[in-house]
């Protein structure tokens, strides 16, 4: 019980798994006892990634309680994003990129938060801050986050911060990272193989937006007709979540990883509001999101404005 665990989201993205493994390397060479962990199934994207740079996906925990008494958060820090059983351990760091919500310690902590598309981007940081050597695998983990997490540098999300971390990362891992860069996204975008159950868990967080209890829900495609071809059965089983979960709104996206535009598949009590949120009229749950690709910086915020009032 004295392994502090590392770990990202619920339903984990590259980010999520790559930068758990990246950081508890990092405290390893620091002179610490942390194991990386996962919380859910490794994505098509992902395990290109790992497979690309020879890494085995971290073990799948379920409740984190259960294996230690203190954890490190990557990539999240809302509870309701996090491991079964975190109110139960002591959260003794969190590297992040996204919004705070939902959370607090009993105990001070190490809380690192930048407004960065991703948080390679931020261990890239930190690397040189304990004067760490970053190895070629290592690096390729974290190029693999940053293309993720920015869609081959082109989302809104992007900083200058992330294409310059990109760069240097891309160097020490000796890849170009435009040709990986877009066979890896293409191998993520590949559907072809998921169930509409998978599409749905692949990339979703829970959010609460007021009074609003929602789910968002994120897939890319390079033809998104791959998933509306299956919209009435989608839709089905949107409400089916809906019901189950009690939420309010399931709010689905299909990303065009080639054009940088999605579709929104929605469902709920709260469908129509979401969409007049974007300006847009809900026909057959369903409408366009054109030049949106990020759920933190493009969707997020807007609910939270429309949903929470």
């Not at 820090?77 to 059983?85: L, M, T, V």
């Not at 261990?123 to 693999?144: R, T």
């Not at 829900?217 to 009690?246: F, I, M, P, T, Y």
Request: one cysteine or more; hydrophobic letters at 40%; a negative charge.
């Amino acid at each position: 019980m004295s392994k502090v665990l590392v770990f990202g989201h619920k339903n984990p993205d590259t980010d999520s798994i790559t930068s758990a493994i990246v950081y508890a390397y990092l405290k390893e060479q620091l002179g610490a006892e942390v194991e990386a962990v996962r919380l859910g199934e490794v994505n098509n994207e992902t395990k290109y990634a790992l497979e690309k740079f020879g890494f085995e996906a971290p073990r799948l925990v379920s409740n984190v309680a259960e294996e230690a008494k203190e954890v490190i958060l990557v990539d999240h820090n809302e509870r309701q994003q996090s491991a079964d059983g975190i109110e139960n351990v002591k959260i003794s760091e969190v590297i992040d990129h996204h919004r705070i919500a939902n959370f607090e310690t009993a105990d001070p902590l190490y809380y690192r938060a930048e407004p960065v598309g991703c948080t390679a981007t931020i261990l890239n940081k930190i690397f040189k801050e304990k004067n760490v050597e970053i190895p070629s695998n290592i690096a390729g983990l974290m190029l693999s986050a940053i293309i993720s997490d920015t869609l081959l540098f082109k989302s809104p999300t992007c900083t200058d911060e992330d294409v310059q971390a990109g760069k240097e990362l891309a160097e020490i891992a000796g890849v170009n990272a435009e040709e990986y860069g877009l066979a890896m996204l293409k191998a993520g975008a590949d559907l072809s193989d998921k169930s509409l159950e998978d599409l749905l868990s692949l990339d979703a967080k829970e959010f609460t937006f007021g009074t609003v209890k929602s789910v968002v829900a994120q897939v890319n495609a390079v033809d998104v007709n791959d998933v509306l071809s299956r919209k009435e059965e989608l839709v089905s089983l949107l409400n089916q979540k809906v019901e189950e979960k009690g939420l309010n709104l399931f709010f689905f996206f299909v990303t065009d990883i080639l054009n940088n535009d999605s579709v929104a598949i929605v469902a709920g009590s709260s469908a129509e509001d979401a969409a007049k949120a974007f300006g847009k009229e809900l026909v057959e749950h369903q409408f366009d999101l054109p030049g949106v690709v990020s759920r933190k910086k493009q969707v997020v915020p807007v609910l939270t404005d429309a949903l929470s009032e």
